[in-house]
């Protein structure tokens, strides 16, 4: 079992940027793949960004690929999400989920294949 808390979300003009970040406790984080979303006020939970157990893998929904990098630190047990050029539109709670896996280079996109996830953190993007 894993436990992940999401930090440094905040507000930020358009055209700026943020990093999140994700520390998840225990022992074989390297064992999960990793995954952020997005909650935009009055809509579900979207998917954003997910990476594999290495870093080797990562895949991204179209709206924020070439703005933003998912990343992992397994020795500090952190993952990132770095994004840049924001657009009032990535408003919203950023959550990390987790999932473990046995064996393989999987990564996945869909929020049920997603058993831990964090408190979330907000990002508000002005105009």
């Known amino acids: 079992q894993v436990q992940v808390v999401e930090s440094g979300g905040g507000l930020v003009q358009a055209g700026g940027s943020l990093r999140l970040s994700c520390a998840a406790s225990g022992r074989t984080f390297s064992s999960y793949a990793m995954g952020w979303f997005c909650q935009a006020p009055g809509k579900e939970r979207e998917f954003v960004a997910t990476i594999n157990w290495s870093g080797g893998s990562t895949y991204y929904a179209d709206s924020v690929k070439g703005r933003f990098t998912i990343s992992r630190d397994n020795a500090k047990n952190t993952v990132y999400l770095q994004m840049n050029s924001l657009k009032p539109e990535d408003t919203g709670i950023y959550y990390c989920?987790?999932?473990?896996?046995?064996?393989?280079?999987?990564?996945?996109?869909?929020?049920?294949?997603?058993?831990?996830w964090g408190q979330g953190t907000q990002v508000t993007v002005s105009s």
């Open positions: 989920a987790a999932r473990r896996i046995n064996g393989g280079s999987y990564y996945y996109i869909a929020e049920y294949e997603y058993v831990y």
